[in-house]
């Protein structure tokens, strides 16, 4: 399968090995664009772009770059749209909504979307919708044997408004524990922190779906305390609490859990091994990549004829 496969260039996230993961597995003619290059898209396509070489063409863009330019992206064909972000539709925050709205201005694209139920209440708003989870560059994160020193921890951003529940669970727990919530730069920082702690907090309050950093801390060998996204994502996830994970919904059950765990490491120590393992076995990049390139290879849905304006402006090239 021959796919164009376009991304940002610009972007805080390392995700080089999940980008290796889908070319290892497709003829696959990756471009990263720069932020210029997404606001004009139709710019780039036609200078830079032969459409008719492609199988696919899949966009893992700005969703801020894309909503601007539906009339351009409706021209293009063979469209799969690769989205993180798509939890954001269906929680308060300023784009809610506005997957679906525009994902019904193109019925024929797929979306693979990083939430199960995200990709549910897709389909059931009748889009062409499948679900793969987010992972972890393997070649990045790993647990290296470490002596964990800090106890209690979280790593990452809260500053955002669709991170305001994360931060408010965190704040609460700081109040009641000895919580680290910190930053640090990507790659080897990071995974050295990550190796420092023994129960990583995830605080994905509301999202409806599981970020990233629970793959990489549970990669790390933390204990995965994380915020229990629902019965049906952690199974679609193989995410069993007091196995592999431990889930909680409010501060309260997250200190009752913990309690349990510094009374008996033993248990912790083996719920770190298990999330390890699944993490390990599941969600490297290099697999994720593979799962995405499966998803691609159905018969995507027809395509509407163009209307006569849109035909206008692919043939003046505007």
Known sequence: ???????????????????????????????????????????????????????????????????????????????????????????????????????????????????????????????????????????????????????????????????SGRKALLDELGRVENLVVTRTNSGEDYCATLNRIRYFVSADVGMGEYMIKNFEAMACGCVLLAFDQGEAESRALGLQDMHNVVLYSDVPQLQKKLALLREVPELAARIAVNGRDLAESQFRFEQIGARIVRELEPDLRVQAPLSWLERLRVTLGI
Not at 105 to 118: E, N, T, Y
């Open 1 to 163: 399968m021959r796919v164009l496969f376009l991304v940002q260039k610009e972007q805080r996230a390392i995700l080089d090995r999940l980008y290796e993961g889908i070319a290892a597995h497709c003829e696959c003619d990756l471009r990263w664009l720069s932020s210029a290059e997404q606001r004009n898209l139709r710019g780039y396509f036609r200078r830079e772009i032969d459409v008719t070489k492609y199988d696919r063409i899949i966009f893992f863009l700005r969703f801020k770059q894309e909503i601007r330019q539906v009339g351009f992206i409706r021209t293009v064909p063979n469209l799969v749209i690769l989205e993180h972000d798509a939890y954001q539709n269906y929680i308060p925050c300023k784009y809610t909504g506005k997957f679906s709205a525009h994902y019904r201005k193109l019925p024929w694209a797929r979306v693979i979307s990083s939430g199960f139920m995200v990709s549910e209440r897709l389909r059931q708003e009748g889009f062409d919708a499948v679900f793969v989870p987010k992972g972890y560059d393997q070649t990045l994160l790993n647990d290296q044997g470490r002596e964990r020193d800090i106890e209690l921890a979280f790593v990452g951003s809260t500053g955002s408004v669709a991170y």
